[in-house]
Nanobody, 120 residues
Framework: QVQLVESGGGLVQAGGSLRLSCAAS????????MRWYRQVPGKQRELVAA???????NYADSVKGRFTISRDNAKNTVYLQMNSLKPEDTAVYYC??????????????WGRGTLVTVSS
C-alpha cells in the first residue's frame, strides 16, 4: 500500500505565495507521473500541474507563469510552488501519483488534500 501526504496549505493574502509538498511512502519501486489537482465545492476536480519522472511538466492555463511543479525523486516527493496567488486559486489541493511497486502495473493513488485559501 502507498500513502500520499500533502502539506503546506493555509491562508494567504492575494499576491502571496505558498509551497505545497506531497510525500509518497509505502511499497514503492518507482513513481511515474506526479500531479496536483484542485477542487472547489460544487465543481469538478481539475488538473493544475503534472511532472513526469523524466522532468517533463505541464500546467493548466490558469496557473502558467505563477505555479511551478518540481520533484525530488530520491525522496518520492512532489512540490507545488504557488506565487502571485489569486482568490480564485482557493481550493482543496490534491496530490496524485502513478506508483509502480515492481510487480504489477502502476497504480494511481490520491492524497487526502490540503486546503489553500487566498483572501482578497
Amino acid at each position: 500500500q502507498v500513502q500520499l501526504v500533502e502539506s503546506g496549505g493555509g491562508l494567504v493574502q492575494a499576491g502571496g505565495s505558498l509551497r505545497l509538498s506531497c510525500a509518497a511512502s509505502g511499497r514503492i519501486f518507482s513513481i511515474n507521473a506526479m500531479r496536483w489537482y484542485r477542487q472547489v465545492p460544487g465543481k469538478q476536480r481539475e488538473l493544475v500541474a503534472a511532472a513526469t519522472s523524466g522532468g517533463n511538466t505541464n500546467y493548466a492555463d490558469s496557473v502558467k507563469g505563477r505555479f511551478t511543479i518540481s520533484r525530488d525523486n530520491a525522496k518520492n516527493t512532489v512540490y507545488l510552488q504557488m506565487n502571485s496567488l489569486k482568490p480564485e486559486d482557493t481550493a482543496v489541493y490534491y496530490c496524485n501519483a502513478d506508483v509502480f511497486a515492481g510487480d504489477y502495473d502502476p497504480i494511481n493513488y490520491w492524497g487526502r488534500g490540503t486546503l489553500v485559501t487566498v483572501s482578497s
